[in-house]
Each structure stands twice: as structure tokens, then as C-alpha cells.
């Protein structure tokens, strides 16, 4: 089946310590993004990739990283810079250069993290 | 800065009734506007609107774009408890050579037995 997984769905982590959550898909998409989802808001763009080796700021990166080695996985990681990291994160992809693709992203499952 | 402003925030109706949720926005470079309902967890895809005036339609939901007035609206007829959901309104546009969406606040849709 295609699609994007995340993992791990649930993850606790104490205050300081960094943790990095996992986005894989099999849909062959060049661009892969990340969001952050927060009680009665909508999704914020963390950051983006639209080509292996390659990513960009959204609008609240800070205290965020990110890695794009394969076209396949888009790992984010929380650092201990990151002030209120306790939010559900969504992982999407999409195939910007498909000119009859619709502009809909394809999201994967989610990972709630909550810091302890 | 783009912007996608939602309304209501939330709603509470009764099995059968019919609800309008409103998207109105402000972006530069705008491609489409996308609706999307969120249970608990990923966002699934419902309507993509390019064009003003033409409406989009699956069933007991519908949603319509006016580009000149900048806004769009879903409505669901005859609602059932499994309407209930985050109905989110986003718009993609270009930013550089990247397209990007910007999502509203989302509409907590609860529908009641």
C-alpha cells in the first residue's frame, strides 16, 4: 500500500532533551512537509523539502531540525530549544512538478508529543 | 503574510440539521483552496476549488469559491454524528518556486444523536 507513516504515534519526552520523529512514504513525492498542530489551531508549517539534500524554513522553525538524506524519509527533530514543544505533529507529502496532481498534500497518521 | 481565517470556531447541532462553515482568506499568488476533515488524527482530503462559482460536490457536502469576494463555504446537508470532526480550510499559493498551503483554525464540527 502507498502512503506516509509516522512513528512513533505517542511520545513522552522530559524537558531539555531533544527527540526526533519519524516520517516515511512510499508515494515516490519529491516534496515532504512538516506541521504542528495545536489545540482549536490549525496546522503551522515547521519546515519543507522539496528535493532530497535539500529543505526550507516555514513559519515557526525555531527549535526545529530537519534532514532530507533520502527521498523516502524526512525526519524532524525537537530540540531542547524549543520552548512549548508539546503538540500532535503531521508529516505530509505531494508531487509539486505532477501538473494534473489536485494541490492537496497527503498526510500521514500523526505523532502526539508531550513533554513531562 | 497569507491568511485563512475560519468561522465558527465551533458548532454544536442535532443529527439532521444543515451547517454552513465559512473560509474567507488573504494570499498572494493563490492556486486553490482545499477542504479537508480531521478525526482525531490525519487530515483527509475533500474538495479542491479553483474556480469562483462552480460548486464541488460529494454527497451530502458542497463547497463553492468566490475569488473576488475571497472566501469559500462547505455545507453538509442532513448531518450524521460521523460529520462530526475539525473541518479545515486551506489555500495553497506560490511561494518562490514552492507551493505552500496556509490552513485556517479550523471548524469543530459536533453533531449530536
Known amino acids: 500500500d502507498g502512503g506516509i507513516t509516522q512513528s512513533p504515534k505517542y511520545l513522552f519526552r522530559k524537558e531539555g532533551q531533544n527527540v526526533t520523529l519519524s516520517c516515511e512514504q512510499n508515494?515516490?513525492?519529491?516534496?515532504m512537509y512538516w506541521y504542528r498542530q495545536d489545540p482549536g489551531q490549525g496546522l503551522r508549517l515547521i519546515y519543507y523539502s522539496q528535493i532530497v539534500n535539500d529543505f526550507q524554513k516555514g513559519d515557526i522553525a525555531e527549535g526545529y531540525s530537519v534532514s532530507r538524506e533520502k527521498k523516502e524519509s524526512f525526519p524532524l527533530t525537537v530540540t531542547s530549544a524549543q520552548k512549548n514543544p508539546t503538540a500532535f505533529y503531521l508529516c505530509?507529502?505531494?508531487?509539486?512538478?505532477?501538473?494534473?496532481?489536485?494541490?492537496?498534500?497527503?498526510f500521514g497518521p500523526g505523532t502526539r508529543l508531550t513533554v513531562l | 503574510e497569507d491568511k485563512v481565517v475560519q468561522s465558527p470556531l465551533s458548532l454544536v447541532v442535532h443529527e439532521g440539521d444543515t451547517v454552513t462553515l465559512n473560509c474567507s482568506y488573504e494570499?498572494?499568488?493563490?492556486?486553490?483552496l482545499l477542504w479537508y476533515k480531521q478525526e482525531k488524527k490525519a487530515p483527509t482530503f475533500l474538495f479542491m476549488l479553483?474556480?469562483?462559482?462552480i460548486e464541488k460536490k460529494s454527497g451530502r457536502l458542497s463547497s463553492i469559491l468566490d475569488k473576488k469576494e475571497l472566501f469559500s463555504i462547505l455545507n453538509i446537508t442532513a448531518t450524521q454524528t460521523g460529520d462530526s470532526a475539525i473541518y479545515l480550510c486551506a489555500v495553497a499559493a506560490l511561494s518562490g518556486s514552492a507551493r505552500q498551503l496556509t490552513f485556517g483554525s479550523g471548524t469543530q464540527l459536533t453533531v449530536l444523536p
Open positions: 508515494l515516490n513525492h519529491d516534496a
Open positions: 494570499v498572494t499568488n493563490f492556486r486553490s
Open positions: 479553483t474556480s469562483s462559482g
Open positions: 505530509a507529502s505531494d508531487d509539486p512538478r505532477d501538473s494534473k496532481a489536485t494541490d492537496t498534500q497527503y
